[in-house]
């Protein structure tokens, strides 16, 4: 039987290469947190507590128009995002099959070599990154529900507060829905170590290679090497 543990972590290494090509969200956050930031700052600086006869805002709507436009761009950001992550589908395939490929080709693929087990491991890989990228799509949404508010708002009835008073409301299910997926990505943490332990744990038959084949790798001379002097090897690249 193959090691476990080691199998796992070359798992790890991999997927860790494919999300660093991809797209991850974080900086999309950022851009939501400044954005938020940016917003309550205007709003305060434009507000008029004083009540003028036949106007129902209590905010300028010029700065509205800024802000509008900065939803705007946010939007842009968001699309951007998450085209380029692993929330969609294509790009996603895309990066896995380069990376498995590269990979393969260097000779720097511990967990199989079989054709069998390297298509399950696309599909295990498809779906963990798919499960671990909902964080782009999810911004996204609230992006796509912030602008609704800001750019019909500026360009139909900019004389009232509507946005400035409906927009804040969008932070609370933010929140909420942020906090529920880490608690999901958690969960899936530990149905993909099990999972992996069911599909590259298998017990060895009679086609297969015997115990110290596979826990073996070629070096760059056609080589025989033990598992020790691989690791080793991929530690000091």
Same mark, same amino acid.
């Given at each position: 039987m193959t090691n476990g543990y080691l199998t796992f972590l070359d798992y790890l290494e991999l997927r860790r290469r494919v999300e660093k090509r991809l797209t991850s969200g974080n900086r999309l956050f950022l851009h939501i947190v400044l954005f938020g930031l940016g917003a309550t700052i205007a709003g305060? #600086? %434009?507000f008029n #507590?004083?009540?003028?006869? %036949?106007?129902?805002f209590f905010i300028d709507a010029r700065i509205g128009y800024w802000v509008s436009a900065w939803s705007a761009l946010l939007l842009a950001h968001g699309l951007w995002t998450?085209?380029?992550?692993?929330a969609s589908s294509g790009r996603r395939d895309h990066i896995i099959e380069s990376e498995m490929r590269e990979r393969l080709q260097a000779h720097d693929m511990y967990?199989? @070599?079989?054709?069998? @087990?390297?298509? !399950?491991?696309?599909?295990?890989?498809? &779906?963990?990154?798919?499960? !671990?990228?909902?964080?782009? $799509?999810?911004?996204l949404f609230y992006i796509f529900l912030n602008a609704l508010l800001w750019l019909p708002w500026a360009i139909t009835d900019a004389r009232t507060s509507f946005a400035w008073q409906i927009s804040p409301m969008l932070i609370v299910p933010l929140v909420l829905t942020l906090a529920t997926n880490i608690w999901v990505r958690a969960r899936h943490e530990r149905q993909l170590r099990k999972q992996l332990e069911q599909l590259f744990g298998y017990q060895q038959s009679d086609d297969d290679e015997p115990d110290y084949a !596979?826990?073996? !790798?070629?070096?760059? &001379? @056609? /080589? $025989?090497?033990?598992? /020790? @002097?691989? $690791?080793?090897?991929r530690k000091r690249g």
């Open positions: 305060v #600086a %434009g #507590a004083i009540y003028t006869p %036949g106007e129902y998450y085209v380029r992550s692993g967990l199989s @070599d079989h054709p069998k @087990d390297l298509f !399950r491991l696309h599909g295990i890989l498809n &779906d963990d990154i798919k499960s !671990r990228s909902h964080l782009p $799509m999810i911004l !596979r826990e073996a !790798r070629l070096n760059s &001379d @056609d /080589e $025989m090497v033990t598992i /020790e @002097d691989y $690791m080793l090897k």
